[in-house]
Structure formats: C-alpha cells, structure tokens
C-alpha cells in the first residue's frame, strides 16, 4: 500500500523540514516533496535534525509550485489549524488517516498538504486540497510543523490494522481524477466565467473562485465525469452542432 506524500510548502527553517522527516520515518511515511523551501536545498541544519532520516531528506523532491508538487496525486488533504474562508469538510486525523488508507488501497497517490511556519496554507492553497484536517488541541492550536507531521503520521500508522478491503473499480474511466486533471478543469471553468464576465466585480475575483472549486471538490468526480463536464463547457461555450440524420 503506498504511503501519503508529505508536501511542505515554503518551509522556512532546516530544522523543521528534518523534523518532520524523522516524523515520517517514525511512522512508515517515505515521499517528502518540498515546495520553495525558504532557505534553499540541501539545508545542513535538516540533516542534523534528522537524525536517522537522512534518507528521506537524500530523496526528497524539489517544486517550485504546489500546483507542480501535487500534480500526479489523486486525492489531497489540507493541515491548518483554522478555518480560512472557505467551505471545505473538516476532518479529525484519525478519520483523515481512514480514508487515506481506503484510497491508497484502490491504488490512488493521496497526500497532506503543510503550510509555512508562519502564516500555514493561504485560501489558494487550501482550494486546491480535497477536504481540511484540523488537529484538536485545548485551547492553543498553534503547533510545530514536526509536530502536525508527527500527529498525521501516527494516525495514518495506526489505521493498518483497521483498514477494511477497498472495493476494486471496474475501468479506468472509474478512477479518481489526479491533481493535474482537477487543475486543468478548475482553470477551462474559471477562464470560460471570466471571459463571460461572470467572475465580476474583480475584488470578489479570488473569492468567487475558491468557492467554485470547493463546490467542484464536494462533488467527488470521477476522471470520466471530469472529462464530461470538460466536454459541456466546450459545447455551451464553443457549440457543438451534429448534423441529424433524416
């Protein structure tokens, strides 16, 4: 069964990227994809907070963009500690980690999104992820970026005993679209609304857009429904004129 990738989008400080590479290691996690890291890559003070997870940080991949780091994966959960705006399902870790193990046992590439230390993910970044988890806490949420990765990971660890069969899709049509695919339809409806005007006043631009790809996540599309969807923009935008037969 293969594993979420931790993604940390502009981490700022080496020692937090080696902290939760050991988290990872603790816990059976292997594909750490860094975004922008603020320091550059390699980072020496990572490789002495490591400690025995170095390998993880030797094979750790290198994005300039989250849209690039989540490309090839199927289904995506966002870490923040508060809502920001948008209309998203709020998962605890534990029922996270559930149905990541559901997904990866269909075979999907899933993964939890990290924001910096300091400000965590913006709206943009947060659109982009399927659902939010949020870590309980008493009454300070603030925590360690090794500490959210550590928190995630253990759950996802201990769900392997619990973990029921998935039920295998028939067909490839059947299959969860990946990032790059919602991507690409996200931007075919937001290029189409804004040449018609309808992503209008441009202040509410940012806002409007979010909540369209929130409306589009809770659908739960297939990669053909995806495709279908591509195909009636297409027809109510361009037309699609078939000749009727007598």
Same mark, same amino acid.
């Given at each position: 069964?293969?594993?979420?990738?931790?993604?940390?989008?502009?981490?700022?400080?080496?020692?937090? *990227?080696?902290?939760?590479?050991?988290?990872?290691?603790? !816990?059976?996690?292997?594909?750490?994809?860094?975004?922008?890291?603020?320091?550059?890559?390699? #980072?020496?003070?990572?490789?002495?907070?490591?400690?025995?997870?170095?390998?993880?940080?030797?094979?750790?991949?290198?994005?300039?963009?989250?849209?690039?780091?989540?490309?090839?994966?199927?289904?995506?959960?966002?870490?923040?500690?508060?809502?920001?705006?948008?209309?998203?399902?709020?998962?605890?870790?534990?029922?996270?980690?559930?149905?990541?193990?559901?997904?990866?046992?269909?075979?999907?590439?899933?993964? *939890?999104? !990290?924001? #910096?230390?300091?400000?965590?993910?913006?709206?943009?970044?947060?659109?982009?992820?399927?659902?939010?988890?949020?870590?309980?806490?008493?009454?300070?949420?603030?925590? #360690?970026?090794?500490?959210?990765?550590?928190?995630?990971?253990?759950?996802?660890?201990?769900?392997?005993?619990?973990?029921?069969?998935?039920?295998?899709?028939?067909?490839? *049509?059947?299959?969860?679209?990946?990032?790059?695919?919602?991507?690409?339809?996200?931007?075919?409806?937001?290029?189409?609304?804004?040449?018609?005007?309808?992503? !209008?006043?441009?202040?509410?631009?940012?806002?409007?857009?979010?909540? *369209?790809?929130?409306?589009?996540?809770?659908?739960?599309?297939?990669?053909?429904?995806?495709?279908?969807?591509?195909?009636?923009?297409?027809?109510?935008?361009?037309?699609?004129?078939?000749?009727?037969?007598?």
């Amino acid at each position: 069964m293969i594993s979420p990738s931790i993604i940390l989008s502009q981490p700022q400080l080496g020692e937090n *990227i080696g902290a939760a590479a050991r988290a990872m290691k603790n !816990f059976g996690l292997s594909d750490l994809r860094l975004v922008a890291p603020r320091d550059g890559w390699p #980072n020496p003070k990572a490789d002495a907070m490591a400690a025995g997870a170095a390998d993880l940080l030797q094979s750790a991949r290198l994005f300039a963009t989250v849209e690039e780091a989540l490309a090839d994966l199927h289904l995506v959960y966002a870490a923040t500690a508060r809502e920001r705006g948008v209309t998203k399902e709020v998962l605890t870790p534990a029922e996270a980690a559930r149905r990541l193990r559901l997904a990866a046992g269909r075979g999907e590439k899933t993964a *939890i999104l !990290f924001g #910096n230390e300091r400000a965590g993910l913006d709206n943009d970044e947060i659109s982009l992820a399927d659902a939010v988890i949020t870590i309980p806490t008493a009454e300070f949420s603030s925590l #360690n970026l090794g500490q959210a990765v550590l928190l995630t990971g253990y759950e996802w660890f201990r769900q392997s005993d619990t973990t029921p069969a998935a039920r295998t899709e028939h067909g490839p *049509i059947h299959r969860k679209p990946t990032r790059d695919e919602m991507f690409q339809l996200f931007e075919h409806v937001e290029r189409e609304l804004t040449e018609r005007g309808f992503l !209008f006043p441009p202040d509410k631009r940012d806002h409007m857009t979010r909540a *369209i790809r929130a409306t589009i996540h809770r659908a739960r599309l297939t990669y053909q429904e995806v495709q279908t969807l591509r195909g009636m923009i297409v027809a109510l935008t361009k037309g699609k004129h078939r000749v009727k037969k007598d």
